[in-house]
């Protein structure tokens, strides 16, 4: 039990680490939606509704390394520093103190 109380897990994911591989998505998207645009004619539908399908089934398992990979980026396990240890430990001792007084 002592051994976890060693880290903290810390997260330092803000939006703009993401925002520009959102944009890039958009853009694959749109590009998408303006290649079925053009294949789309009276003969040629089902062509491009399986352009746009293929297009996003190919580009979503990119995106989603994509977003896992940089948010394990941005985890990091920094070291308990030994007053916070200290002022852990007494905090466990006045709730425990606490509790033995309520019972």
């Known amino acids: 039990m002592e051994q976890l109380n060693k880290y903290r897990l ?35 539908q089902i062509y491009a509704l399986a352009t746009v399908g293929l297009i996003l089934v190919l580009s979503l398992p990119f995106l989603l390394f994509a977003f896992v990979t940089t948010l394990l980026n941005h985890i990091e396990f920094a070291p308990i520093e030994e007053e916070e240890k200290a002022k852990a430990a007494s905090k466990r001792a006045a709730r425990q103190k606490a509790i033995e007084a309520t019972s």
């Open 10 to 44: 810390i997260c330092t994911l803000s939006f703009g680490d993401i925002y520009g591989q959102i944009i890039v998505w958009l853009i694959v998207i749109f590009m998408s939606l303006a290649s079925a645009l053009a294949l789309w004619s009276a003969e040629r």
